[in-house]
């Protein structure tokens, strides 16, 4: 059974385009999470979702929207994709302070 | 401004070794503290986790000691394995629904 699920494992798109990245939790869990890891391995929190509301929102660009029609899922959608947005995004769910759970990732490209 | 600091950035261990990271924060709100494992094209997946009360966690052959005064935290992983190669997280967060601040990894190499 997977926990926390991601589409597309892998995502490749030209500059300028527009792309989301879909994620889902069988948890139960009340918060959802995006970090992205850049080419270094540093994982970096961009938004977390608390019962349907944005409740952190780092200094990450407007281009960047997370979307949750429900409390199971969280989706990632990018406007105007530039190079330096490659990286691997990673969804993530925990219930209050409990374990943290992590997704398998997206690995995006942007050519 | 880093919140967590992570040392080494890499270690290589022989196997059979002891492996040790170590991790600085500086936010006394914190309450929680995990480390990840992450093997490559894989999700982090928790290992171990420590809060404040205790100074020592351990699970077979991975043991966290945590210095609550001097604010730092290590792991230690014994009898170190091949298997045991991946990039190492540690992690900080405080009380209620905030997300966990992860220190920069640790690549972890195990050699035969």
């Known amino acids: 059974d997977t926990a926390v699920s991601q589409t597309p494992k892998y995502l490749v798109t030209q500059m300028g385009n527009d792309k989301s990245i879909k994620c889902e939790q069988n948890?139960?869990?009340?918060?959802m999470y995006w970090y992205k890891q850049d080419s270094k391995k540093f994982l970096k929190i961009m938004f977390s979702?608390?019962?349907?509301?944005?409740?952190i929102n780092e200094t990450v660009p407007n281009r960047f929207s997370p979307k949750s029609p429900d409390k199971a899922h969280l989706n990632l959608h990018i406007n105007s994709l530039e190079l330096g947005d490659s990286a691997v995004y990673f969804c993530?769910?925990?219930?209050?302070?409990?374990?943290?759970?992590f997704g398998p990732g997206t690995r995006l490209t942007v050519l | 401004q880093q919140q967590v600091k992570q040392s080494p950035q890499s270690l290589i261990v022989q196997k059979g070794g002891i492996s040790i990271i170590n991790c600085a924060y500086e936010?006394?709100?914190?309450?929680?503290f995990p480390w990840y494992q992450q093997f490559p094209g894989k999700g982090p997946a928790l290992l171990i986790a420590?809060?404040?009360?205790?100074s020592e966690k351990k699970e077979g052959r991975f043991t966290i000691s945590f210095n609550k005064s001097a604010k730092q935290f290590s792991l230690h992983i014994m009898d170190s394995q091949p298997g045991d190669s991946a990039t190492y997280f540690c992690?900080?967060?405080?009380?209620?629904?905030?997300?966990?601040?992860f220190g920069k990894g640790t690549r972890l190499s195990v050699i035969a």
């Open positions: 936010n006394t709100a914190f309450d929680y």
């Open positions: 992690a900080a967060s405080t009380a209620g629904n905030t997300p966990l601040v």
């Open positions: 993530a769910s925990r219930r209050g302070t409990d374990t943290q759970y």
């Open positions: 948890l139960g869990h009340d918060t």
């Open positions: 420590i809060r404040p009360d205790v």
């Open positions: 979702y608390n019962n349907k509301e944005l409740i």
